[in-house]
């Protein structure tokens, strides 16, 4: 196990970089999730970190040794693919021994370690099964114990829910953090999925073009977004934004509710008068949306909890009082960075 | 009450007007040639060769006398024929394994991008297309015993000397690597084929976890990637075995089954009995040992594709 630390990363295809400078630190056990939309260069950073891709450049220490010029085999990283990755051709035991036999390890310290991670993971009774007989949720399972066994200083997961069905990837999600509690492996993780990061990161490093947008928990990062962008792209519905004279006022849709339901706290209410446009109701919360008065004609969401707001009551159209509390706004200059303002 | 529409007659359906358009009919008419031509060319003289085999016909004597397994029993009591069964073996797997081997490295090395690649695999397709009597022609002066540019090349380099420079084609053991070679050589563009398919086919995803659980060049390739290929390329050489144990083209042009039948194989010892001598119930018994053979080969091949399927 051991702490990961990356020093200006830049990764070029041609003209094109893919790592813009990513300087990041992992300190040792902890589970971090890199963030971002597809494209961004989340993959090839994490594929930077097990050596698969070489760095243009830029310093990749871990356990405090550069290992810049070590090939994959001697960093000691495991890592779990999208498609898993697993060998066809051998059987659930061997494809877990795989990495150990590598590395030389005796017949009977190989046996004693399949089992390990075998039980850990609850597939004892796969071992002798070839990947093709095994469902989506089993070969994740597989794959895992298979980056696990050999007992890794850092384990990469490159979008390893991405081929499960929606109703599994909530059950692994749980089993992926609570291996990893049991383990005390330092993890990356890389999604696109704001649901699985806020859920499991420790931290979160929003990525975007190739750039660490913000580094934070999950909390940070929702409350207290770095720029436009990681406002925006965590939340759903994202961060409302009203533009003025070029600064940005931001908002999130949950906090935006009707003036009556608001008590005004210490710092008091900001009050807008909200045109309803049209809303959805999904059960645990309603969804509407609609503009403000004396903005842009941008559209504006509201999220508010079914039980307390009947349906009758913001039919499209109408203009109602909604106000937000002012220590929920946020404010971004013309860059789109966030500024604190009194 | 309106009529809507005025009664129609029906018309008589034609029967085979959508004929054409029915997938049995169809499919039927599509593979007819292919059925024939294989019955008409293949299906007729091998019945034809069988008769033969049990039969006294010879190009002089033409009748249909019947003698049972008298050829076979003759045939097998010939020691150039036990030695040219040996030939058959030792030219078919040789030549595959030297050519697999060949074809291996040729794809891993063409796998990798490099400028003038393409025209690099253009160029390696040629010893296929290049019709092997040409070819052979251009080998035999290589290996010729006064003007061979190999012999050349190796004094010249100072590794032999001039008196003892060897006779590739007139020294037994010599002409039979001479033909293994040239077969190989015929066959390894196909082998490079074929691992390209297989290569290509391993997803990039295994190749990569392989890497990083810890395999360096040599056990990715013989723990994963062969493993992997296998199938595919049984497949090829099924194919390899099946051309080269009937084929006689490379041993006709270059050593005429010499020295000493050294290099003589099934096909080409069928051809000379059966053919040139015109003993033609000699030559199909003979030709017809190719059969049970082959059939082993494919039959094993097969079920080992079944068992390694992934």
């Known amino acids: ?342 | 009450m309106v009529d809507i529409a005025e009664p129609v007659a029906a018309r008589p359906a034609r029967r085979f007007r959508f004929l054409l358009d029915r997938p049995d009919v169809l499919g039927a008419v599509f593979v007819a040639p292919a059925i024939l031509y294989v019955l008409l060319l293949v299906g007729v003289p091998f019945l034809l060769a069988v008769y033969y085999s049990v039969s006294a016909y010879t190009i002089y004597d033409p009748s249909w006398r019947f003698v049972g397994l008298t050829n076979f029993a003759q045939v097998l009591r010939n020691p150039v024929f036990i030695e040219t069964l040996g030939n058959t073996f030792l030219f078919t797997f040789a030549s595959q394994l030297l050519g697999l081997i060949l074809g291996k490295f040729g794809a891993l090395l063409l796998l990798r991008p490099f400028p003038g690649r393409r025209i690099v695999r253009a160029l390696i397709i040629l010893p296929w297309a290049v019709p092997i009597a040409l070819a052979s022609v251009a080998w035999e002066w290589m290996f010729d015993s006064l003007y061979s540019v190999i012999n050349w090349t190796l004094i010249a380099a100072g590794i032999i000397e001039r008196s003892n420079a060897p006779n590739w084609l007139g020294n037994p053991h010599l002409a039979m690597l001479c033909v293994v070679v040239v077969n190989a050589w015929r066959f390894f563009p196909f082998a490079i084929v074929i691992f390209l398919a297989g290569i290509t086919a391993v997803p990039q995803d295994v190749i990569d976890a392989a890497t990083v659980d810890g395999a360096g060049f040599w056990r990715r390739n013989y723990q994963i990637i062969i493993p992997m290929t296998l199938p595919i390329v049984a497949v090829g050489l099924i194919f390899g075995i099946v051309f080269t144990f009937t084929d006689l083209s490379v041993v006709y042009l270059l050593t005429n089954g010499g020295p000493v039948n050294a290099t003589s194989v099934l096909g080409f010892q069928g051809f000379q009995v059966g053919i040139v001598s015109g003993d033609v119930a000699h030559g199909a018994a003979i030709s017809l040992f190719m059969l049970p053979v082959l059939l082993l080969v494919v039959a094993g091949m097969l079920r080992f594709i079944r068992r390694r399927e992934i």
């Open chain 1, 1 to 342: 196990m051991a702490a990961v630390l990356t020093r200006d990363i830049i990764k070029k295809f041609a003209d094109v970089s893919a790592v813009d400078g990513i300087t990041l630190t992992v300190p040792d056990g902890e589970f971090m999730v890199l963030l971002g939309p597809s494209g961004c260069g989340k993959t090839t950073f994490l594929r930077i970190i097990c050596g698969l891709e070489k760095q243009t450049s830029g310093d990749l220490l871990i356990d405090g040794n550069v290992v810049n010029d070590m090939p994959p085999r001697a960093r000691g990283v495991a890592m779990m693919f999208q498609s898993y990755g697993l060998y066809p051709h051998y059987t659930v035991r061997n494809n877990i021994a795989f990495p150990l036999r590598t590395q030389g390890v005796s017949r009977a310290e190989i046996a004693k370690k399949v089992e390990w991670a075998s039980r850990l993971l609850g597939i004892e009774r796969l071992l002798d099964r070839r990947p093709r007989q095994l469902s989506g949720g089993e070969r994740q399972r597989v794959a895992l114990a298979r980056a696990l066994v050999r007992e890794p200083t850092v384990l990469l997961l490159d979008e390893p829910l991405s081929n499960l069905d929606a109703k599994l990837r909530a059950s692994a999600r749980q089993d992926i953090k609570h291996f990893q509690q049991r383990v005390g492996v330092t993890t990356i993780y890389v999604t696109h999925d704001q649901v699985e990061a806020m859920g499991m990161g420790d931290r979160i490093a929003v990525i975007e073009q190739g750039r660490v947008r913000q580094v934070g928990t999950p909390m940070e990062i929702y409350n207290d977004p770095a720029d436009r962008f990681v406002a925006t792209f965590v939340g759903t519905p994202p961060m409302n934004l009203l533009s003025r004279d070029g600064k940005y006022l931001g908002f999130r849709p949950e906090n935006f509710l009707p003036s009556d339901m608001i008590d005004d706290g210490d710092g008091g209410i900001a009050e807008f008068s909200f045109r309803v446009d049209r809303s959805e109701y999904l059960g645990s919360e309603r969804i509407v949306y609609g503009v403000i008065e004396g903005f842009d004609a941008h559209v504006v969401t509201a999220k508010l909890p079914p039980a307390h707001v009947a349906e009758e009551s913001i039919r499209p159209g109408e203009w109602h009082p909604f106000g937000v509390r002012r220590s929920a706004l946020r404010y971004f200059d013309q860059d789109g960075k966030r500024v604190v303002r009194q």
